[in-house]
């Protein structure tokens, strides 16, 4: 949730956005940028490791590097043997690492061996950032991880962006979004970037009411004054139209108005928005061929893609996390529906095999480590509960031209669930299985499950509940997982508001799902 707390704060927040605008950027040439900055990648790492750990006498970072016998010296020594890549891998193999729940603040001590590190929501800030902003990500136990965005954070984004547009044939669209108002901090970046890169903003459509609210808060200021200044300095961003997710015909029957006048845009979307476009246009008949979409939030499966292309629309895929940025982008010739190129001038991504109870095979676990200078968070090793199938081939697109031949695909999560573009923690979840559903309607944890599945091209989320709890009132029920896991959630109310609008969560009177191993997961995948 963004927050502007007082006067203070909005003043330093519009200082950092005149700064932003006033920044020059040369938007041809920022393919050969990215391209130089891959080549000084280690020494960007070795000065992150300088300046935001061994720099840093509480960092938890250097404490686990104390406690495995490296120096600055030795982290030097194995880069120059090994490459950063290498260097992470034998860190971690030494206890430099930090789990997905240390680094969310669910936990105060960090324990490896022997070695305890106390650590709160705060440990691994970056204080050579300048905070424009005040937020936080989704929290459970904890009050949510603190992140402080730097504005400059994005000028360091815009390479990666505009290659991604431009790979994909939509660089020099004007470009409209159907993304959340705040307190989501997404459609922040993607105004900002897209008009930075050079190319209008035409529409704003919002699936969560935008304004002062319930879901909003403060962090409405935050778009107000985005707006107010940015058009003046020359910047217009328009004030969201509130669109819930079920009336998704309004915005496709806005894209066909732009068809018949071939005037060919860019919208911005999660991937279930995505698909609810296309579903809509082929409900009401409505021509939405020929424009793209600037996808993000969850991965592109299968049957969605087969729902973009028979709509004839072209599309560009990001990855990415709130605490760490752009991590990857869509290649221009994939083997795989969701392939990406890492975007590795500005991170490392180590994937390393990882047990996960209910699999019969370990998964390749996603590690994250940030170089940029301008990171909210610094990310050293980080658990990311993601997985992913690593691909080695040539495939000759722009990405691959410039050096970025690292990929990725199949990229899922194993510790959040992602529907409609929205996420829920899986510590969330398990409270609201093992406690607020067995207190209010009886049984126990085993009783009730969370089952994520594709249908017909959207994501659907079920909440299966054994028979055996007796008669309920479905309707009654999914409100109160919806309320239960807005309140234990950072933004959660907003985040529900999207799952309600779009009847996301279903109830299922059946047995939960029983993995082979003879147990019962808070969170089942259907694989598609």
């Known amino acids: 949730m963004a927050v502007l707390a007082d006067l203070s704060s909005a003043l330093h927040y519009s200082r950092g956005l005149r700064d932003y605008w ?43 590097l104390r406690a495995a016998g490296i120096d600055a010296d030795d982290v030097t020594a194995l880069v120059a043997d090994h490459g950063i890549e290498g260097t992470l891998d034998r860190l971690h193999d030494a206890g430099v690492y930090v789990t997905l729940d240390e680094f969310k603040g669910h936990t105060t001590t960090l324990r490896r061996g022997p070695v305890e590190i106390p650590i709160s929501a705060t440990s691994f800030d970056n204080p050579h950032t300048t905070s424009h902003l005040a937020a936080a990500t989704g929290g459970t136990r904890s009050g949510g991880t603190h992140l402080a965005i730097d504005l400059s954070d994005m000028l360091y984004e815009l390479p990666g962006r505009y290659v991604n547009l431009r790979t994909h044939g939509l660089a020099e669209r004007p470009f409209a979004m159907w993304r959340a108002a705040p307190p989501s901090l997404a459609m922040i970046r993607a105004a900002l970037v ?12 919002s699936p969560t009411r935008p304004g002062l609210g319930p879901t909003s808060g403060k962090s409405a ?7 107010l200044l940015s058009r003046l300095m020359g910047h217009r961003i328009p004030y969201p139209q509130y669109v819930p997710v079920d009336q998704a015909e309004t915005v496709a029957r806005w894209m066909a108005e732009q068809t018949a006048r071939q005037r060919w845009i860019t919208m911005y979307v999660t991937v279930s928005l995505g698909a609810r476009l296309c579903l809509a246009a082929r409900s009401h008949g409505l021509d939405i061929s020929g424009h793209g979409l600037r996808l993000s939030s969850e991965p592109v499966t299968d049957s969605k893609a087969a729902l973009f292309r028979e709509a004839g629309l072209a599309w560009a895929a990001g990855y990415g996390m709130t605490d760490a940025g752009s991590l990857g982008i869509s290649c221009g010739n994939a083997a795989h529906t969701d392939e990406m190129h890492v975007l590795t001038f500005r991170c490392a991504i180590r ?28 990310l050293l090793n980080v658990e990311s509960g993601d997985h992913a199938t690593p691909i080695e081939r040539s495939c000759g697109c722009l990405v691959e031209q410039l050096g970025f031949t690292q990929r990725l695909h199949t990229i899922r999560s194993y510790e959040k669930l992602t529907s ?12 609201v299985l093992e406690m607020a559903l067995p207190e209010r309607y009886g049984g126990g944890p085993t009783d009730y499950q969370f089952v994520e599945t594709e249908q017909d091209g959207e994501t659907r989320v079920r909440l299966v509940i054994d028979p055996d709890i007796g008669p309920l009132d479905e309707a009654q029920v999914a409100e109160f997982v919806l309320e239960e896991l807005g309140r234990r959630t950072r933004a959660g109310r907003m985040q529900t508001e999207v799952w309600r609008s779009g009847h996301t969560l279903q109830i299922e009177r059946a047995r939960p799902y029983v993995t082979s191993a003879a147990k019962i997961q808070p969170l089942h995948v259907e694989r598609g």
Do not use: C
């Open 351 to 378: 994937p390393r095999p990882h047990d996960y109870a209910g699999l019969p095979e370990p998964i390749q676990a996603l590690y994250l480590t940030i170089f940029s200078p301008q990171s909210p968070k610094v």
């Open 22 to 64: 006033r920044a020059p950027v040369d938007v041809p040439g920022l393919p050969e940028q990215m391209r130089g900055w891959l080549g000084q990648r280690e020494t960007a790492f070795l000065q992150m490791m300088q300046r935001a750990v061994f720099g840093l006498p509480g960092s938890p970072y250097l404490a686990l």
């Open 194 to 205: 897209g008009l930075k890169l050079g190319t209008p903003l035409v529409r704003w459509f």
């Open 221 to 227: 200021l935050v778009t107000w004054n985005t707006l």
């Open 420 to 431: 409609a573009g929205m996420h829920f923690m899986g510590s969330a979840l398990l409270d």
